[in-house]
């Protein structure tokens, strides 16, 4: 399969260096040239498979040519071995836990496969391949997790000073060797500046191998597939009527949203989609318009959510061959506020006794006020409660538990080197580094 850019002004290229590159070389995103669709027949067996079965059917329609079978097959089974459980929250409103990951976060679905796949392509080349990434809060810990230890990979994470909680901190800044966290004097968007600015630097790269592993990469960003395949035959098993289902999505940088219009185009049974997003987010002005202005995106019980400018907009009019009234056909947008995520999490609880971390509230929102009674529903639950702990028991009055993946050790050195927003620091220390 060979991939484009979105930007159409560099040639297509292969998946390794589509993966290896991250950003095509005229800046734009690489999608794939065609999007293979998993028969019907397949689709309506699937509700008595396996996630890993079902995981390991999409991967090989997508990366099948490109990547020998036991290759594939083991990087799938070892990426999804924990559970991605659907559950049933009311009448046909259900959240698919994508959460049980190493990092509790949804992330680990898309970082873990990457991390595996980038091994593999790396192949007896010795050079070093670095990662360097921004994160608002929900990828460091993922992203640190899937490529600790991982040879000939070393990762920057470049995160906001004072915008995280020292427990997602925590994931990503106490773990050293190949992790360097970069904590930077600006906002979320300065970072992801800062990485822009890397990647367009061909002074830079020209020296280093660099690159990206957030959802920009195809690699972390074709695996969400996976799960909506598996949320689908879950659904099958307990409804027998089912025949198409909607998706609420919390979106920071849209990439679970690409993947979920991915999962569509390939054949997903799946009658709307629907972005929650922050606030401030461009993506409504995108929507009507195909144009967008870049605004700061505040702060809220929802970091991960505080993205002005998602970094996947450019993907979505090329998937519909740049027709707008196509992409709203299939896309829906709201906008949540803080408050009406507080509101979700609340009613949640006290009439269902389920806890909704404030990402999935907003997923929540969106979904009930936009759905009519007899649609199925899932809402994509992006990260275990637990991690919002302080916000959660502030608004639900509890004292929910910490499961053991967020206990650190205060006693474990950070190692976090700390850099004002400007590109010339970052392009120094990168470069002394390597
Ligand atoms: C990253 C993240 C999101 C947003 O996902 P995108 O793919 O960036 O749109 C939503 N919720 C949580 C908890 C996240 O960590």
Same mark, same amino acid.
């Given at each position: ?110 970082? &873990? ?75 979320? @968007? ?5 990485? &822009? ?95 967008? @202005? ?58 269902? @006794? ?35 702990? &302080? ?44």
């Amino acid at each position: 399969m060979k991939y484009y850019s979105t930007n159409n002004l560099a040639p297509k290229v292969s998946l390794k260096e589509a993966v290896l590159s991250g950003y095509a070389p005229d800046m734009g995103l690489y999608i794939p040239e065609r999007l293979p669709v998993i028969p019907s027949a397949f689709i309506r067996n699937m509700a008595g498979m396996s996630l890993q079965e079902i995981s390991y059917a999409v991967a090989n329609t997508l990366f099948g040519a490109d990547i020998p079978s036991e290759v594939l097959h083991d990087i799938v089974y070892s990426t999804v071995n924990f559970d991605i459980p659907l559950q049933h929250l009311h009448d046909n409103v259900f959240a698919l836990e994508l959460f049980h990951g190493p990092s509790l976060n949804f992330k680990d679905v898309g970082t &873990r496969f990457m991390a595996r796949l980038l091994s593999h392509l790396r192949g007896s080349d010795n050079r070093t391949i670095n990662i360097i990434t921004a994160t608002s809060g929900g990828s460091g810990g993922a992203i640190a997790n899937g490529y600790y230890d991982v040879p000939g990979v070393h990762v920057y994470v470049l995160f906001p000073h004072n915008k995280l909680s020292k427990t997602l901190e925590s994931q990503f800044t106490t773990l050293g060797k190949n992790i360097t966290p970069i904590e930077i004097n600006g906002s979320y @968007n300065d970072c992801q500046d800062l990485v &822009r600015t890397a990647f367009a630097d061909s002074s830079l790269t020209s020296k280093m191998r660099i690159t990206s592993a957030n959802s920009i990469n195809i690699a972390r960003l074709l695996p969400q597939t996976f799960y909506y395949f598996y949320a689908y035959a879950q659904l099958s098993a307990r409804m027998q009527s089912v025949q198409e289902v909607s998706f609420a999505i919390p979106c920071g940088n849209l990439g679970n949203l690409v993947s979920a219009v991915i999962s569509k185009k390939m054949g997903l049974p799946t009658k709307k989609i629907i972005a929650a997003t922050g606030p401030n987010c461009s993506l409504s002005q995108f929507l009507s318009s195909g144009f967008f @202005n870049s605004f700061e995106a505040g702060r809220s019980i929802m970091p991960a959510m505080d993205v002005a400018t998602p970094n996947n907009l450019p993907r979505l009019l090329p998937l519909f061959n740049n027709s707008l009234a196509d992409l709203n056909n299939c896309l829906s947008t709201q906008s949540i506020t803080e408050a009406q995520s507080v509101e979700s999490i609340r009613k949640v609880y006290h009439e269902y @006794n389920y806890i909704l971390d404030p990402h999935s509230a907003t997923a929540y929102y969106a979904l009930t006020s936009s759905i009519y009674k007899d649609e199925v529903g899932i809402i994509t639950a992006t990260a275990h409660p637990a991690k919002s702990k &302080r916000v959660i028991d502030h608004i639900l009055n509890t004292d929910i538990d910490t499961p053991a993946a967020l206990t650190f050790d205060n006693t474990r050195k950070c190692h976090v080197i700390k850099l004002p927003a400007i590109y010339s620091h970052l392009r120094n220390l990168l470069l002394t580094d390597a």
